[in-house]
């Protein structure tokens, strides 16, 4: 018997699933429900599987429909792709409605949800898995075997830098993730990533954490300052949006205007605000100091307005150090090819003995979003998973850790004070 899934929140997120569901994994799974606050959208996710997969149309349900949709469609799985803050809400219900989830990165935006779905865990008995697709990146798992082989022995501190480009990093301050009540800000929305991967790399979780950052470059007050003097709300139809370079231009790309353009009639949710407007409250420049479990430190930066996009890492321990440079390739979500998001188009490790000669490490190949980390995580989660030494899929213990370091961050900000991991939630 096939396994039952439905998905709600059906933006650029569910495609990677519902293309997932209606090709590679047809033969077990069975996609029978879409769930979204905009018809429009989900018209086009279900004209959509029907051109490209020749797939049947499901039934759509309204957000207000979504008790409707578990009792009529009875699905095994729900797949919760919705805006950050509503998580919490899909998550919860569907665990008390019997159905087991799986969310997409982050689990939740603050403490007070994560505990809700921590406590809901344990009254309801369900499996909630976060998924993770940079831990099965090829050169992210090649990092886990070095490190777990030992080659560089007790790892004592680590400095990891991610940046993001004027094109990727632009992108969280058009949509709907530039208001930290909806996404927590790129801390916990986007860092998540980051902090799993790290939490993953040391076999550990975060004990301390303190933070700094600020909105330094987006945003309309910081554009007056550089001296712009031309301003708009949204690119369409504005005329000063023609020759600026942080313009997303919908009209230009099928998809998006398909999707976002001929949608927002129905809630006014504008996909290509401006980057330069007012009412972004998220940061565009972090930094994090982190001390583990395991005794280990951390300093950690993230900046968003920057013309190179990837990230450098670097693991000091007892017996030598391990460097990981890794560039990717540049996307706007959901805005042209999958297999571009977040994929690597140079990625090198080097390892620095502590009395020997650095060497570069082999890295396997891969193709696809992530890295190649995409079709290896659905291969894990819709299919047959193989037993695996670097234990890549990701518990709800694991969403909650990656959070809580940016959860833990957030109010660190707050408050100007370092925050203790364990005072944050109770697991």
Not at 262 to 283: K, L, N, P
């Given at each position: ?187 916990v929305h986007k860092a998540s990533h980051h902090f ?24 309309r007050e910081n554009a007056e300052k550089r001296g ?65 479990q395991n005794g280990a430190i951390m300093t950690y ?127």
């Open positions: 018997m096939k396994k039952r899934y439905a998905i709600v929140g059906v933006g650029g997120r569910a495609r990677m699933y519902y293309t997932a569901l209606d090709t590679r994994y047809a033969d077990t799974s069975e996609l029978v429900g879409l769930c979204d606050g905009n018809q429009t959208r989900m018209d086009y996710a279900n004209q959509s599987r029907g051109e490209l997969f020749g797939a049947d149309p499901v039934k759509t349900y309204g957000m207000h429909q979504f008790e409707q949709l578990i009792d009529e469609q009875k699905p095994d799985v729900v797949i919760v792709t919705s805006i950050d803050r509503t998580h919490h809400t899909y998550i919860i219900r569907s665990m008390e409605l019997g159905c087991d989830v799986i969310s997409e990165k982050p689990m939740t935006i603050d403490e007070v949800k994560c505990q809700a779905i921590l406590d809901a865990i344990k009254r309801t008995g369900k499996h909630l898995r976060v998924t993770f697709n940079y831990r099965y990146a090829p050169h992210s798992t090649k990092l886990r075997e070095l490190l777990m082989d030992g080659v560089i022995g007790d790892v004592f501190s680590v400095h990891f830098e991610w940046l993001l480009d004027t094109r990727h990093g632009a992108d969280y301050f058009r949509r709907w993730h530039r208001d930290k009540r909806n996404s927590g800000g790129l801390l799993d991967l790290v939490n993953f790399w040391l076999g550990s979780h975060p004990k301390t954490v303190f933070a700094m950052g600020d909105l330094r470059f987006y945003g712009v003097t031309r301003f708009y709300s949204r690119a369409h139809g504005s005329e000063h949006a023609k020759d600026d370079p942080f313009a997303l231009h919908l009209e230009d790309s099928p998809r998006l205007k398909d999707m976002y353009l001929e949608a927002e009639h129905e809630d006014g949710y504008y996909r290509d605000q401006s980057v330069f407007g007012d009412g972004i409250s998220i940061e565009d420049t972090v930094g994090v100091m982190v001390r583990y930066s993230l900046n968003a307005y920057l013309p190179w996009e990837g990230f450098r890492i670097a693991f000091n321990g007892s017996k030598g150090r391990i460097q990981m440079l890794v560039a990717e390739h540049s996307y706007v979500s959901a805005g042209g090819d999958a297999a571009a998001e977040g994929a690597a188009k140079t990625k090198r490790i080097t390892v620095f003995p502590m009395w020997g000669e650095p060497y570069d490490v082999e890295i396997p190949e891969a193709v696809g979003g992530h890295g190649g980390g995409d079709r290896v995580m659905l291969d894990d989660i819709f299919g047959e998973p193989n037993e695996d030494r670097f234990q890549r899929a990701a518990s709800h213990i694991d969403g909650a850790m990656s959070i809580l370091t940016g959860i833990s961050a957030n109010i660190s900000m707050r408050t100007g004070r370092p925050v203790n991991v364990e005072d944050v939630v109770r697991f």
